[in-house]
């Protein structure tokens, strides 16, 4: 079969609509988990198939997309929807996150700013912020209903109690405008804070749980947390070795067998504009403007 | 010095193209025809059919040719494909008490009408390796007969006519299409029903041997077994009837379970049922049985906790598209998670030794 025999963006135009009511009920209940009749897709569930849906669905012609993975463009499952995409859908590619409309992403949230009328679509493998507290769906839903999140508070205080702290580290529950408990998607818990307020459209797929939810722009989200032990976003203590920044998410990289290692940005177009503006690194080498 | 990889699209492309080798194999060996295991490895191809729900053996076979025999991965492939098909419509209900049967036996009457007709089976074949078949030696002709013409009535309504067994009326409902719709819970008999019967041959029937080694109790009968070829019709609204449109084999299998019954309700067995595409016996016994144990709550049982008893536990977990993928989605990257992770047990961890410290 060519790939002419598929509709733009591989879907049919019955189950984008299908998928964008989905969409739209998510974006007026903000954080709530909208069943949407999720289809096999050409790659593997739990391999970014909700993504991948709310993605096909929303993408037109004259979309810029950008596909990201642990905040790299050059993974290979970014590199693959990528190409899945331009395949299909023949659309424009980026890696520059203010060029893109439209930025796939699976586990991160770009470090710049993302503005008024971008999307960001996550790729998310268990939506159920209650799922490992309680394994049943018809439970958990019915929690919801009741805005029930008793067992969630308690399971923080236990790490509390346990660990001296809160022993989440990714996949950090936020509460959206004071009535959802959503999860994030496994974003590290240091990009929870750039989920409130944002001018972007935020959409979360989950395929192989046939969910979608929302975040409309300027939602207020808020990571759950106790007034003595406050939402602490958190990274590695280092700066970026390539391009010196401080301020962004950290990759570690093991460098020999004797325990050397490095630190550089999970975000790679992060890193590169930075390195291409001519900031340095401990372990950086100066980049020449448009070379390699 | 260190540079950050790159190079996913060829890597991806390089991976593929050794891939493609290794499904071809050894240059000096003939390829393997579509054609070839469709003919020979019929069962394989029944059961890609099955779970991949498409009744399509000339696909099944190229799926499993291109799969490198992974049944899972083939079932995949279908699945991926039938996804993009559209839906002109759907057929009226198949009449399997019509089907001509290849094979139908009945465990729980010694004879009967139609007859007990063992058709191509492994049963009480010995399991003992063929070493002819590794010279290439050709089969001898099966012994033929002319074709009974004589109707095979089923079991269930010989017992359903002294109301021996639970009535099970023909309804009008339109049963939920779980390819079409968000599965929702609890679910009507009809969705389960789908959900098995597609389901993971390896999982349904763990699910069917576990209730009869006492993790929930069906304690079935086979009734009946039946395999063979039935008419698809369907209505077509200019025409006003139903025309047929093809033909596809069956295997149905209905099970006859303990019964219930009170002071006032006379006892009754009660049924499990199951329809799988193909020649698929394991299977469509496994699904009656599974099938009859999710039914405790409409029968009035007991719910003892087994997992087979568990409509959310056995629904969410039959599929294996859905299972493999997000198990092996875990070879993934995730270093963004484990070193969030990585923090937090470095940070644990300093502050349990400095704890020791002060205490020393």
Redesign the interface.
């Given at each position: 079969m060519t790939d002419q025999a598929?509709n733009f963006a591989y879907l049919?135009e019955q189950t984008k609509r299908m998928i964008r009511r989905a969409i739209l009920k998510g974006v007026a209940v903000p954080g709530y988990q909208v069943?949407?009749?999720?289809?096999?897709?050409?790659m593997?569930?739990?391999?970014g198939?909700g993504g991948v849906q709310v993605t096909a669905a929303c993408l037109t012609p004259d979309d810029t997309l950008k596909v990201i993975?642990?905040?790299?463009d050059?993974?290979?499952?970014?590199?693959?929807i990528r190409?899945f995409f331009q395949r299909t859908a023949g659309v424009a590619v980026t890696e520059a996150t203010a060029e893109a409309t439209l930025i796939q992403t699976?586990?991160?949230i770009p470090e710049a700013a993302l503005t008024t009328g971008q999307i960001l679509v996550y790729q998310v493998?268990i939506p159920e912020p209650l799922r490992f507290l309680e394994p049943?769906?018809?439970e958990t839903r019915k929690m919801h209903e009741l805005e029930e999140y008793g067992l969630i508070h308690v399971k923080l205080y236990e790490d509390i109690a346990r660990?001296?702290?809160i022993?989440t580290?990714?996949?950090y529950p936020v509460k959206v405008e004071g009535r959802y408990v959503m999860d994030p998607s496994?974003?590290?818990?240091?990009d929870n804070p750039k989920l409130s307020n944002s001018p972007a459209l935020q959409l979360f797929g989950a395929g192989?749980e046939?969910r979608i939810y929302a975040l409309p722009p300027f939602t207020h989200v808020v990571s759950l947390d106790f007034d003595d032990h406050p939402f602490e976003p958190?990274?590695?203590p280092h700066d970026c070795?390539?391009c010196g920044a401080g301020e962004s998410?950290?990759?570690?990289?093991i460098?020999d067998d004797l325990g050397g290692r490095?630190f550089?940005c999970?975000d790679?177009d992060f890193?590169r504009t930075r390195c291409e503006a001519g900031h340095l690194g401990a372990?950086g080498?100066p980049v020449l403007k448009g070379g390699a | 010095?260190?540079v950050?990889?790159?190079?996913?699209?060829r890597?991806?492309d390089n991976a593929h193209a050794w891939l493609a080798e290794e499904r071809r194999g050894d240059l000096g060996v003939a390829e393997l025809s579509v054609a070839q295991i469709r003919a020979q490895l019929s069962l394989a191809v029944n059961r890609v059919m099955a779970e991949g729900s498409l009744y399509d053996p000339d696909l099944a076979a190229l799926a499993i040719k291109q799969a490198r025999g992974d049944l899972i991965e083939a079932i995949?492939l279908i699945?991926?494909y039938?996804?993009?098909l559209?839906r002109l419509g759907a057929s009226c209900p198949v009449d399997t008490a019509e089907m001509a049967v290849i094979r139908r036996i009945s465990a729980t009457f010694k004879d009967l009408p139609g007859g007990q007709v063992l058709g191509p089976t492994f049963d009480y074949t010995h399991r003992l390796l063929d070493f002819k078949l590794a010279a290439e030696g050709e089969v001898s002709q099966a012994a033929t007969a002319p074709a009974a013409m004589e109707a095979v009535p089923h079991v269930m309504a010989m017992l359903d006519r002294d109301g021996m067994i639970e009535a099970e009326p023909l309804g009008n409902d339109v049963p939920a299409d779980l390819?079409?719709?968000?599965?929702?819970?609890?679910g009507s008999r009809a969705l389960r029903l789908q959900a098995i019967t597609r389901g993971d041959e390896g999982f349904i029937l763990s699910m069917a041997y576990s209730t009869q080694r006492g993790y929930g109790r069906t304690h079935a009968f086979v009734g009946e077994l039946r395999i063979g070829a039935v008419a698809v019709e369907m209505e077509i609204p200019e025409l006003g009837f139903a025309v047929e449109i093809g033909e596809i084999e069956l295997t149905e299998c209905e099970t006859v379970n303990q019964f219930k019954g009170s002071k006032t309700e006379p006892p009754q067995f009660t049924r499990g049922y199951g329809l799988v595409f193909g020649q698929t016996e394991r299977k469509a016994i496994a699904m009656s049985l599974v099938d009859r144990s999710l039914r405790w709550a409409e029968l009035g049982e007991d719910y003892t906790g087994a997992p087979a008893q568990d409509e959310?536990f056995v629904l969410?977990h039959a599929d294996n598209?859905?299972a493999?993928?997000?198990?092996?989605?875990i070879k993934?990257?995730?270093?963004?998670?484990f070193?969030?992770?990585?923090?937090?047990v470095r940070?644990?961890r300093a502050?349990v030794f400095a704890t020791q410290e002060a205490a020393e």
């Open positions: 598929y049919d069943p949407f009749a999720s289809r096999e897709m050409p593997p569930y739990g391999w198939t993975d642990q905040g790299a050059d993974t290979t499952n970014a590199v693959s190409k699976r586990h991160r493998p049943r769906e018809t660990h001296g702290t022993a580290s990714y996949a496994p974003i590290p818990k240091f192989r046939q958190s990274k590695a070795d390539l998410y950290l990759d570690e990289v460098i490095m550089v999970s790679t890193c372990l080498v | 010095m260190y950050a990889v790159k190079g996913g699209e890597a991806i995949f699945r991926a039938r996804t993009t559209p390819t079409r719709e968000p599965m929702e819970l609890p959310e969410m598209v859905q493999t993928g997000f198990l092996e989605h993934l990257p995730h270093y963004v998670d070193q969030s992770e990585l923090e937090l940070r644990l502050e």
